[in-house]
Each structure stands twice: as structure tokens, then as C-alpha cells.
């Protein structure tokens, strides 16, 4: 009998405090339902020191802002988005809670202050975690905020962690507290601002800043020393971000501009509505993610091929009724194209409304590449410039290869001997005319991944088409591609100068220059086929 | 018979033919100044519908003076000479007797000169950058201290920054805000090389090294943000480009001056969470008042998902201001009403009294709020009270003296309070 109570006690002694602990979860969980905003803090840390790990979804879902409470009993819930219909869950078994509206629930609402305060908990949760990818960015998280706590579980688990990346991070985290760490030795802290010094992380550059404000002067020069190899390294990865960032605005040109090399390049004709072209393939990509609302990450592959084929009839069309007519006559062609812009313009605002219409990005566009702390390329440019590519090598084989294009460079250079070979020169010329229109709608495509699809998204790329055209040689395919990526380097180069403004001014004014010079631009056409 | 209904018939007709002009005269027309098209039309048409419906409730309750309200509506196109010939058009050829308008404050600037010279009454629904008081103008938006201050405020005391990014469009309200931060900033200590200020083209998309450079600054070791004047659709691009080179709102947060609910609306807002935007109003405040405005808005664009914002509250009260004025002066008369404006108090929708001043800007609350995920704002952070709009900036130097004062005996637009006089510029 003795025992029995013995055990029971021991037994009550283990369970209580589990049980406690639980309870006193949920005592906070229940107080977080109530809590004003100012106050959350302080229940975050609260949370964390109860050590409950099972709190990570909870975590998770208030970081995320999905996580609500019901009105009536204050049970916590978190809203999950099933194929567009928002549901609510239970944050530890993940159990939909049938028949709960949106109507019936709160949220809990989060700041700036406590996504940080929240992503550190979840971080310092997470530093055990199976996945190794998961450890090396909780640990990443944590790197700005080191904490005496922190410091000892990381220490602990340092030798331990079989992964190399995570374990080089972890020595920078561990490097970081100890090179400020008052108590430590003289020589450990400087071996520590030795190891910071191969790193590039933007918080170990703040801590080496700090450093280096200090009034130990063997502490301070160590950090100085430090911070100059760094700042080498962040220098010219700096070039190879401006390198980027001008390559893919040259990428954007030379999209928006390689039709038009065509139409006014190799044809001759001053298409005004060359921009429109471009705005119908981005609304034509709009109109296809509407139709496949639940496949945006596979719409862009039908919106290519469909962009072209819209705005290429259009282009047929136009070519057909107006431009056909116009022959030899640039001025009227000017003038009549525009005209076609303008309608264009309005037919779109009537069909779409004036105001932009969102496209969507896929998710493997979206994100950047990083490379290192310092160097991350964004993943939608670098598909964009190297999609431009393709369509450039695409259209330069269309030119030489095929029949098509053998036609299309007869008529332009001695349109009178093709048709007395019997080519057809009106069709080849509305077929022409229907590829580099096709091709401005591919750039559409492109560009709705880029920047704003609205009605006059074809004006803000007509001036720079023209200018890539004419800088580059009008009739030469390589002209515009050299004319496109010089442009945009020199652009992107200036920018940090001058500013936006002034680089686009200045560029203006050095292609003026440019044509009063080299009035035929980079590369002009040779021989008879020039006159 | 048949002759004789025909011929009173014809009588009738010819009858209602001559009543039809007289009858157009007693409706009392209220222009609509707002670009439908172009690179503003995403913010603007959302304040016709609003001053739209606002005509159709007053009629409902009987109009005003015993007669009917009728909207006309033009569109300048967000071109900014063509406001000044529109307005021309509203008050020469249309008559109107109140023009509801703008956006943009080179749009203002465009309309001032024509609505002094004919002596017309205008109201002005957005945020600007003051340093303005016209007789002719009511402003219901947001002058500098009562948005760009208090954000400022905010940032520095309670996120605790230190380095500061004033990054805006290339027009005269970006640039005049910027001048009024930069002053402020300097008396308050911050060191020349601590504020970066760039300006970009209106609807620029190209921001990947505008926004590499705003990471570079920031990564000097200490707290940074951008107070961002960005205007119209360029935000978008900004906003993506900045979620895709990775900074996030708790690195580096923007608080905008110009990007509310509208902008939000149909725009993915993950890579925004947590950024912030200063107003005087947002749809997520919880107040009586607010909720009606909603669902009569929504019930107005027949659109369940529709969102209200700052300018459209701007609107309101507004409206509802210069409909007690008419009111209470018993004319639509353009004098009569600016002298019964001033004082005229209305209740706003986030559960105050917002009141006419005499230098004819509204006191109102400032609040800031953090974009959420769901494209609406969450109030962090709001000013006990209501704030006096300040027409000229306590920080700069040429202004610092200056009132404006439309009531007697000063009667002045920019009276300088040293030299006791009215510099005779209206404007």
C-alpha cells in the first residue's frame, strides 16, 4: 500500500509538470488571443521559455499571418488555402475544422517586430532539425542576433553537425559572439575576427563595423584589416550585379526591339504600332493565366506560342489593310501606324478596363539564385535574358535558312527582280510583317513578367525599339543585338551616378551624337542592297 | 380629334422642349476631375466612383437647396496641361459650381491658375506636399506633417532607424516632400551621408539597380529604411524587385506615401508584407462609420472584393463638407461657400471629427499601417488626436513664417507672419 502511494506520487511528481507545461501553453495561448499588439512581444518570449516545441506550427502559421482564433471560445486555428476556398485547421493535427467561416474567426495579428522576434524562435527551434537546409538557414537567421543561449546550443551541437556549409556557418555564428564577447581572451576574439574575415555576410560586416569603432586598438586594426579583403570581394561582385543588371535591361531591349528590326529593318516600314504589338502578347499572356487559373507555373508555355499567333494576325491584318496601301510612302506609314497604335491603345482599355492587369509570375521564375551573401541573381531576368537569346538565334536561322526568309531578304534588297523571279511579293511581305509582329508579342510575353501590363505598356518601348534599331544599323540583326546589350550595359552603368533620369538623357544624347556621326549606325548594310 | 391630341401632343413636347434648359439650370453640377486613362488612372478613377456615388446619395436625401445634384465627369487622360483645359471646360462651358479633382500635384498646379481666374471652387482629395494655399482650393488630403513627419517619427523612434532612403518620382511632390524630410532629418541630427535620395521617371520598371543600391546602403551596420513618394504604377515593379533580391520589410522597410488599398488590390502581396504605409485612414480600422461607407461602396461598383482608401475618405468628407457649406450658406455661390467652409466639421470614418481650418486644410488623425497579406493594412501605430494640416512646412526655411489665413482680416494665402504681410501671390 506504501508503495502504491509512493508510485503514485512519483509517478503524479513526473507527470505534473508535463502537464503543467501544457497548461500553461495553453493559459498563453489562450492570453494571446486577447493580447494588444504592443504586448506580443513579451508573450513571444514567454512562449519560447516554456521550451514547448510542439508550438512550431504555431509558430509558423502566426509568422505567415494565417494564424486566427474563433470568436467564441478563443481555440486557436490556422487558415489554409484549399484550391482557393480558405479553410481553417487545428495547428497541431492539421485537422480541418469543418463549418468554420471566416466570418467566425479573428486574427492574430503580427508585426515587424514580432516576425523578427518570431523567425529567431522558430530558427532556434529549428537548429535541430533532419533537414540540412533547414539548419543552415535557421542558423543564418540567427546570425544577427546571437544570444548567450544561442551561443551554448550551438557550441554543443557544432562538432556534432555532419554537414560542411552548415558547420562553416556555423563557425561565422560562433566566430561573431566570440570576437565581441567581452570575457573571451584576448587572442580567441582576434582568431575569430580572423575567420569572419572570409566571410560575406552582411551581418558579420556589421559586427566587423562595430569592431572596429572599439577602443582596443589591436581589436579594431584586426577588424579594419578584415573588413578591406571583404570589401575587396564586395566590390567586384558589386561589377558582376551591374554587369547583370545591364545584360538583362539589354535583354529587354533586344526583345522589345527584334521585331521591329524586322518590320522597320528589313522591310522599311516606320511601324509606330510596333509597341502595341508588344502590349497584345503581355494581355494575351494575361488572358491565358485567366483561362488556367490552377497551371501559372505551365502558362507561360502556352502564352508564348499564343502571344505570337495573336499579335503575328494582327500584324497580317494590319499589313493587309493599311500598310500594303502606303507603299513608298514612309510619312503616310508613320502617321497611319500611329493611328493603328491609338486604336489599338483604346480598344484595349475598353475590352480590359484602363488599369493594369496583374500577371502572375510562375514560381520557377520567381526567387533569386544566390551565389553568395553578396551576389544573387534574380531567377525571372536570367530566364528573360536568356529566352531573348534564343528568339534572336531563332529569328537570325528563320532569316537565313529558310525559304521564307531567302524570300524575305530577296524582295527587301531589289524588290522588283524578286517579283520578276516570281516570288510573291505581297505575301512574303504580309508574312514578313506577321513574323516581326509575332516576335513583339513573344517580348510581350516577356516583359508582362517585368513590369506593368496596361494599355500603355507598348509607348514606354517604342522610343527605346527605335533607338536600338537606328544605333544599331537598320536592316542588320547583329547591329541590334550589340546596339541592345551596349545600351543597356552603359545605361545600368551610369545609373548609380547620375540617377535614372539623367542616364536616360544621356544616353539619348550620345546616340544623337552616334548618328551624327555614323548616320547608318554600328554596322550599315553593304553593297546595293543599301540604297 | 386625332388632329387636336396631336397637336397638343406637338404643344406638350414643345412645351417640355422649352422646360428642358430651365430645368438644367436648377440642378446644381459638380464637376469631376480625374484621370480615367494613363499611368494614373489605376488611383483615380476610384475617386470618380466615389464622388459618383456621393451625388447619388445626396439625391437620395433630397439633393441640396431643393434641387438635384448632376455629376459631369471629363477626363484629362493624366496629362497634365489638359487638367488646366478641362477645368476650363467644367466651369466656362459646363457651369459647374464645385469641381471634385486631381491627383497628382503637378495636376493641381496645372488647374490653379485657370480655377483663380475664373474664381472657381475646387476639391482636392490626396496627400501633397503643401507649401500651397489657394482660395479656390480646398485640400481634404494629407499635408506633410500630418503623413511624412509622423512616418518619419515612427521609423526613428520605434524601429529605431538610423539611415535613411528618400526615394521618389521625378515631380514636384516627391521632390518637395524629400526637401521638407531632408531639413527635418538634418535638425535632427542625421549626417549628410546617412540620407540617400533618388529619383526615378514616372512609371520606371527597370529597378534592379536602384533597389541593389538601396542594399548596399543599408548594409552599413545600421537600421535602414526608404520613405518612399514613388507615384502611380511604378510601385509594382519596385515592390517585386525588392521581394526577388531578397529584402524584406524587416531588413530594410518602406513606408509609402502613395500606395493604399487600390494600388494593393489584384496585386500579389507576399513580397509586401510588412511594409508600411502612412495615411489618415485605412479600410481595416473597425468603426461604425466605416463599415457602412464599405458596403454602400461595395453595393455602388456592384463588387463584393471592392476596397475603399485614403483618398477616397478624403473625398467624403469633402463632399459631405461642401454639402453642409451650400447648406448652410443657401447658395452655391463660390465666395459664400469658402467663407462657410471654414470651421465646417464632419465626422471621418475612422471614428473622429475632422475640421476645416482656416488655411483651408483639414485636421485629421495620422495612422501607419503594415501591409498584410491579405492587401490590407494593419494599424500599428496612430497619433493620439487629430493633426492641423500645416499649408507651409515649419522645416523649411522659406516657409517657416508663413500662414495661410482665408478669414478676415488677413485674407491671405501665404502671410508672413514676421512682416506682418501677404506676399500678394495667391498660390
Same mark, same amino acid.
Given at each position: 500500500?506504501?508503495?502504491?502511494?509512493?508510485?503514485?506520487?512519483?509517478?503524479?511528481?513526473?507527470?505534473?509538470?508535463?502537464?503543467?507545461?501544457?497548461?500553461?501553453?495553453?493559459?498563453?495561448?489562450?492570453?494571446?488571443?486577447?493580447?494588444?499588439?504592443?504586448?506580443?512581444?513579451?508573450?513571444?518570449?514567454?512562449?519560447?521559455?516554456?521550451?514547448?516545441?510542439?508550438?512550431?506550427?504555431?509558430?509558423?502559421?502566426?509568422?505567415?499571418?494565417?494564424?486566427?482564433?474563433?470568436?467564441?471560445?478563443?481555440?486557436?486555428?490556422?487558415?489554409?488555402?484549399?484550391?482557393?476556398?480558405?479553410?481553417?485547421?487545428?495547428?497541431?493535427?492539421?485537422?480541418?475544422?469543418?463549418?468554420?467561416?471566416?466570418?467566425?474567426?479573428?486574427?492574430?495579428?503580427?508585426?515587424?517586430?514580432?516576425?523578427?522576434?518570431?523567425?529567431?524562435?522558430?530558427?532556434?527551434?529549428?537548429?535541430?532539425?533532419?533537414?540540412?537546409?533547414?539548419?543552415?538557414?535557421?542558423?543564418?537567421?540567427?546570425?544577427?542576433?546571437?544570444?548567450?543561449?544561442?551561443?551554448?546550443?550551438?557550441?554543443?551541437?557544432?562538432?556534432?553537425?555532419?554537414?560542411?556549409?552548415?558547420?562553416?556557418?556555423?563557425?561565422?555564428?560562433?566566430?561573431?559572439?566570440?570576437?565581441?564577447?567581452?570575457?573571451?581572451?584576448?587572442?580567441?576574439?582576434?582568431?575569430?575576427?580572423?575567420?569572419?574575415?572570409?566571410?560575406?555576410?552582411?551581418?558579420?560586416?556589421?559586427?566587423?563595423?562595430?569592431?572596429?569603432?572599439?577602443?582596443?586598438?589591436?581589436?579594431?586594426?584586426?577588424?579594419?584589416?578584415?573588413?578591406?579583403?571583404?570589401?575587396?570581394?564586395?566590390?567586384?561582385?558589386?561589377?558582376?550585379?551591374?554587369?547583370?543588371?545591364?545584360?538583362?535591361?539589354?535583354?529587354?531591349?533586344?526583345?522589345?526591339?527584334?521585331?521591329?528590326?524586322?518590320?522597320?529593318?528589313?522591310?522599311?516600314?516606320?511601324?509606330?504600332?510596333?509597341?502595341?504589338?508588344?502590349?497584345?502578347?503581355?494581355?494575351?499572356?494575361?488572358?491565358?493565366?485567366?483561362?488556367?487559373?490552377?497551371?501559372?507555373?505551365?502558362?507561360?508555355?502556352?502564352?508564348?506560342?499564343?502571344?505570337?499567333?495573336?499579335?503575328?494576325?494582327?500584324?497580317?491584318?494590319?499589313?493587309?489593310?493599311?500598310?500594303?496601301?502606303?507603299?513608298?510612302?514612309?510619312?503616310?506609314?508613320?502617321?497611319?501606324?500611329?493611328?493603328?497604335?491609338?486604336?489599338?491603345?483604346?480598344?484595349?482599355?475598353?475590352?480590359?478596363?484602363?488599369?493594369?492587369?496583374?500577371?502572375?509570375?510562375?514560381?520557377?521564375?520567381?526567387?533569386?539564385?544566390?551565389?553568395?551573401?553578396?551576389?544573387?541573381?534574380?531567377?525571372?531576368?536570367?530566364?528573360?535574358?536568356?529566352?531573348?537569346?534564343?528568339?534572336?538565334?531563332?529569328?537570325?536561322?528563320?532569316?537565313?535558312?529558310?525559304?521564307?526568309?531567302?524570300?524575305?531578304?530577296?524582295?527587301?534588297?531589289?524588290?522588283?527582280?524578286?517579283?520578276?523571279?516570281?516570288?510573291?511579293?505581297?505575301?512574303?511581305?504580309?508574312?514578313?510583317?506577321?513574323?516581326?509582329?509575332?516576335?513583339?508579342?513573344?517580348?510581350?510575353?516577356?516583359?508582362?513578367?517585368?513590369?506593368?501590363?496596361?494599355?500603355?505598356?507598348?509607348?514606354?518601348?517604342?522610343?527605346?525599339?527605335?533607338?536600338?534599331?537606328?544605333?544599331?544599323?537598320?536592316?542588320?540583326?547583329?547591329?541590334?543585338?550589340?546596339?541592345?546589350?551596349?545600351?543597356?550595359?552603359?545605361?545600368?552603368?551610369?545609373?548609380?551616378?547620375?540617377?535614372?533620369?539623367?542616364?536616360?538623357?544621356?544616353?539619348?544624347?550620345?546616340?544623337?551624337?552616334?548618328?551624327?556621326?555614323?548616320?547608318?549606325?554600328?554596322?550599315?548594310?553593304?553593297?546595293?542592297?543599301?540604297? | 380629334?386625332?388632329?387636336?391630341?396631336?397637336?397638343?401632343?406637338?404643344?406638350?413636347?414643345?412645351?417640355?422642349?422649352?422646360?428642358?434648359?430651365?430645368?438644367?439650370?436648377?440642378?446644381?453640377?459638380?464637376?469631376?476631375?480625374?484621370?480615367?486613362?494613363?499611368?494614373?488612372?489605376?488611383?483615380?478613377?476610384?475617386?470618380?466612383?466615389?464622388?459618383?456615388?456621393?451625388?447619388?446619395?445626396?439625391?437620395?436625401?433630397?439633393?441640396?437647396?431643393?434641387?438635384?445634384?448632376?455629376?459631369?465627369?471629363?477626363?484629362?487622360?493624366?496629362?497634365?496641361?489638359?487638367?488646366?483645359?478641362?477645368?476650363?471646360?467644367?466651369?466656362?462651358?459646363?457651369?459647374?459650381?464645385?469641381?471634385?479633382?486631381?491627383?497628382?500635384?503637378?495636376?493641381?498646379?496645372?488647374?490653379?491658375?485657370?480655377?483663380?481666374?475664373?474664381?472657381?471652387?475646387?476639391?482636392?482629395?490626396?496627400?501633397?506636399?503643401?507649401?500651397?494655399?489657394?482660395?479656390?482650393?480646398?485640400?481634404?488630403?494629407?499635408?506633410?506633417?500630418?503623413?511624412?513627419?509622423?512616418?518619419?517619427?515612427?521609423?526613428?523612434?520605434?524601429?529605431?532607424?538610423?539611415?535613411?532612403?528618400?526615394?521618389?518620382?521625378?515631380?514636384?511632390?516627391?521632390?518637395?516632400?524629400?526637401?521638407?524630410?531632408?531639413?527635418?532629418?538634418?535638425?535632427?541630427?542625421?549626417?549628410?551621408?546617412?540620407?540617400?535620395?533618388?529619383?526615378?521617371?514616372?512609371?520606371?520598371?527597370?529597378?534592379?539597380?536602384?533597389?541593389?543600391?538601396?542594399?548596399?546602403?543599408?548594409?552599413?551596420?545600421?537600421?535602414?529604411?526608404?520613405?518612399?513618394?514613388?507615384?502611380?504604377?511604378?510601385?509594382?515593379?519596385?515592390?517585386?524587385?525588392?521581394?526577388?533580391?531578397?529584402?524584406?520589410?524587416?531588413?530594410?522597410?518602406?513606408?509609402?506615401?502613395?500606395?493604399? *488599398?487600390?494600388?494593393?488590390? #489584384?496585386?500579389? @502581396?507576399?513580397? =509586401?508584407? %510588412?511594409?508600411? &504605409?502612412?495615411? $489618415?485612414?485605412?479600410?481595416?480600422?473597425?468603426?461604425?462609420?466605416?463599415?457602412?461607407?464599405?458596403?454602400?461602396?461595395?453595393?455602388?461598383?456592384?463588387?463584393?472584393?471592392?476596397?475603399?482608401?485614403?483618398?477616397?475618405?478624403?473625398?467624403?468628407?469633402?463632399?459631405?463638407?461642401?454639402?453642409?457649406?451650400?447648406?448652410?450658406?443657401?447658395?452655391?455661390?463660390?465666395?459664400?461657400? *469658402?467663407?462657410?467652409?471654414? #470651421?465646417?466639421? @464632419?465626422?471621418? =470614418?475612422? %471614428?473622429?471629427? &475632422?475640421?476645416? $481650418?482656416?488655411?483651408?486644410?483639414?485636421?485629421?488623425?495620422?495612422?501607419?499601417?503594415?501591409?498584410?497579406?491579405?492587401?490590407?493594412?494593419?494599424?500599428?501605430?496612430?497619433?493620439?488626436?487629430?493633426?492641423?494640416?500645416?499649408?507651409?512646412?515649419?522645416?523649411?526655411?522659406?516657409?517657416?513664417?508663413?500662414?495661410?489665413?482665408?478669414?478676415?482680416?488677413?485674407?491671405?494665402?501665404?502671410?508672413?507672419?514676421?512682416?506682418?504681410?501677404?506676399?500678394?501671390?495667391?498660390?
Amino acid at each position: 500500500m506504501k508503495l502504491f502511494l509512493s508510485l503514485c506520487l512519483f509517478l503524479s511528481a513526473c507527470m505534473t509538470p508535463a502537464l503543467a507545461a501544457s497548461a500553461e501553453t495553453d493559459a498563453l495561448l489562450q492570453q494571446l488571443t486577447q493580447t494588444k499588439l504592443s504586448k506580443m512581444p513579451a508573450m513571444v518570449q514567454q512562449l519560447e521559455a516554456t521550451g514547448d516545441e510542439s508550438l512550431l506550427p504555431v509558430f509558423r502559421a502566426w509568422l505567415a499571418g494565417d494564424l486566427h482564433y474563433i470568436r467564441d471560445d478563443n481555440t486557436l486555428v490556422v487558415e489554409v488555402d484549399v484550391n482557393g476556398v480558405d479553410t481553417f485547421q487545428d495547428p497541431y493535427t492539421q485537422a480541418t475544422i469543418a463549418g468554420l467561416t471566416s466570418k467566425q474567426v479573428r486574427k492574430i495579428k503580427v508585426n515587424n517586430k514580432l516576425r523578427g522576434l518570431l523567425r529567431g524562435v522558430i530558427a532556434r527551434i529549428q537548429l535541430t532539425s533532419r533537414d540540412a537546409g533547414v539548419r543552415e538557414s535557421a542558423v543564418r537567421a540567427l546570425l544577427a542576433d546571437i544570444d548567450d543561449e544561442t551561443f551554448a546550443t550551438l557550441e554543443r551541437i557544432y562538432p556534432t553537425e555532419p554537414n560542411s556549409d552548415v558547420r562553416s556557418t556555423m563557425q561565422t555564428a560562433l566566430s561573431i559572439y566570440t570576437a565581441q564577447d567581452q570575457n573571451s581572451s584576448q587572442s580567441a576574439r582576434l582568431a575569430a575576427i580572423d575567420v569572419l574575415g572570409d566571410s560575406l555576410e552582411n551581418d558579420v560586416r556589421n559586427v566587423l563595423l562595430s569592431l572596429e569603432r572599439s577602443d582596443n586598438p589591436v581589436l579594431s586594426s584586426a577588424a579594419t584589416q578584415a573588413l578591406v579583403s571583404i570589401n575587396r570581394q564586395v566590390e567586384r561582385y558589386a561589377l558582376v550585379d551591374q554587369l547583370f543588371f545591364g545584360l538583362s535591361l539589354g535583354s529587354v531591349l533586344l526583345l522589345a526591339s527584334i521585331g521591329l528590326a524586322i518590320t522597320f529593318g528589313v522591310m522599311g516600314v516606320i511601324n509606330m504600332a510596333h509597341g502595341e504589338m508588344i502590349m497584345l502578347g503581355a494581355y494575351t499572356t494575361y488572358v491565358v493565366q485567366l483561362l488556367m487559373p490552377n497551371y501559372i507555373d505551365y502558362s507561360i508555355w502556352v502564352a508564348i506560342p499564343a502571344a505570337f499567333l495573336v499579335s503575328g494576325l494582327m500584324g497580317v491584318v494590319i499589313e493587309r489593310l493599311v500598310i500594303c496601301r502606303l507603299h513608298g510612302r514612309p510619312l503616310e506609314t508613320l502617321l497611319a501606324t500611329f493611328g493603328i497604335s491609338l486604336i489599338l491603345q483604346q480598344l484595349v482599355r475598353t475590352i480590359f478596363s484602363p488599369l493594369n492587369r496583374q500577371v502572375s509570375t510562375p514560381s520557377w521564375m520567381s526567387g533569386s539564385w544566390e551565389i553568395n551573401p553578396v551576389l544573387s541573381l534574380t531567377l525571372n531576368r536570367l530566364y528573360i535574358l536568356a529566352f531573348a537569346l534564343l528568339v534572336f538565334f531563332a529569328l537570325v536561322m528563320i532569316l537565313k535558312k529558310s525559304s521564307l526568309g531567302l524570300n524575305v531578304r530577296a524582295v527587301s534588297q531589289n524588290r522588283s527582280m524578286a517579283k520578276a523571279m516570281g516570288v510573291k511579293t505581297e505575301w512574303v511581305d504580309a508574312m514578313t510583317f506577321g513574323l516581326g509582329s509575332g516576335i513583339a508579342g513573344i517580348a510581350g510575353v516577356a516583359l508582362s513578367q517585368l513590369t506593368n501590363v496596361g494599355p500603355n505598356l507598348g509607348q514606354a518601348y517604342i522610343i527605346d525599339s527605335f533607338m536600338v534599331v537606328v544605333f544599331g544599323g537598320v536592316g542588320n540583326l547583329l547591329g541590334t543585338l550589340v546596339a541592345a546589350f551596349t545600351l543597356g550595359i552603359a545605361n545600368k552603368f551610369l545609373e548609380p551616378t547620375t540617377g535614372a533620369v539623367l542616364a536616360a538623357i544621356f544616353v539619348l544624347v550620345f546616340i544623337i551624337l552616334f548618328i551624327q556621326k555614323r548616320p547608318k549606325g554600328l554596322f550599315p548594310q553593304k553593297g546595293r542592297a543599301a540604297e | 380629334m386625332k388632329l387636336k391630341t396631336l397637336a397638343s401632343a406637338i404643344a406638350l413636347s414643345g412645351a417640355t422642349l422649352i422646360a428642358l434648359p430651365s430645368m438644367a439650370a436648377d440642378t446644381i453640377k459638380v464637376g469631376v476631375l480625374h484621370s480615367l486613362s494613363g499611368t494614373m488612372a489605376i488611383s483615380e478613377t476610384t475617386l470618380k466612383d466615389t464622388v459618383l456615388m456621393m451625388v447619388e446619395e445626396q439625391n437620395k436625401k433630397g439633393g441640396l437647396l431643393g434641387k438635384k445634384l448632376e455629376a459631369v465627369v471629363v477626363d484629362p487622360a493624366s496629362n497634365w496641361p489638359l487638367f488646366a483645359e478641362k477645368a476650363r471646360e467644367l466651369i466656362t462651358e459646363e457651369d459647374v459650381d464645385v469641381i471634385f479633382g486631381g491627383w497628382t500635384s503637378v495636376s493641381r498646379k496645372s488647374v490653379l491658375p485657370v480655377i483663380e481666374e475664373l474664381n472657381g471652387l475646387m476639391f482636392y482629395p490626396v496627400q501633397y506636399e503643401g507649401e500651397e494655399s489657394s482660395k479656390n482650393v480646398f485640400y481634404t488630403g494629407a499635408a506633410p506633417n500630418q503623413q511624412a513627419i509622423p512616418a518619419v517619427n515612427y521609423l526613428k523612434d520605434e524601429l529605431g532607424v538610423e539611415r535613411w532612403v528618400l526615394a521618389g518620382t521625378d515631380y514636384v511632390y516627391p521632390r518637395t516632400t524629400n526637401k521638407i524630410l531632408e531639413a527635418y532629418l538634418k535638425d535632427m541630427g542625421v549626417a549628410e551621408e546617412d540620407i540617400m535620395i533618388n529619383y526615378t521617371p514616372f512609371g520606371h520598371s527597370d529597378w534592379q539597380s536602384i533597389v541593389s543600391d538601396i542594399a548596399k546602403f543599408g548594409s552599413a551596420g545600421k537600421k535602414t529604411a526608404v520613405v518612399s513618394t514613388i507615384n502611380g504604377d511604378a510601385n509594382v515593379p519596385f515592390y517585386k524587385e525588392l521581394g526577388n533580391q531578397g529584402i524584406s520589410s524587416e531588413d530594410i522597410p518602406v513606408v509609402a506615401f502613395s500606395v493604399g *488599398e487600390e494600388e494593393l488590390s #489584384g496585386l500579389d @502581396t507576399e513580397p =509586401l508584407v %510588412g511594409h508600411l &504605409a502612412a495615411w $489618415n485612414y485605412f479600410q481595416s480600422v473597425e468603426t461604425d462609420a466605416n463599415e457602412a461607407f464599405i458596403t454602400k461602396w461595395q453595393a455602388f461598383t456592384k463588387n463584393p472584393e471592392r476596397v475603399s482608401n485614403d483618398p477616397m475618405e478624403a473625398t467624403y468628407i469633402g463632399f459631405n463638407m461642401w454639402a453642409n457649406a451650400v447648406t448652410v450658406a443657401g447658395t452655391t455661390d463660390v465666395d459664400e461657400v *469658402e467663407q462657410a467652409m471654414i #470651421g465646417q466639421e @464632419t465626422p471621418n =470614418l475612422t %471614428g473622429g471629427i &475632422a475640421v476645416m $481650418n482656416k488655411n483651408h486644410h483639414l485636421s485629421k488623425p495620422v495612422l501607419i499601417g503594415e501591409i498584410q497579406d491579405d492587401g490590407q493594412f494593419e494599424t500599428v501605430w496612430e497619433t493620439d488626436g487629430v493633426v492641423p494640416g500645416d499649408a507651409w512646412s515649419d522645416f523649411l526655411p522659406g516657409s517657416k513664417d508663413l500662414i495661410a489665413d482665408w478669414t478676415a482680416p488677413i485674407k491671405c494665402g501665404n502671410y508672413n507672419t514676421k512682416t506682418k504681410s501677404c506676399s500678394g501671390q495667391n498660390y
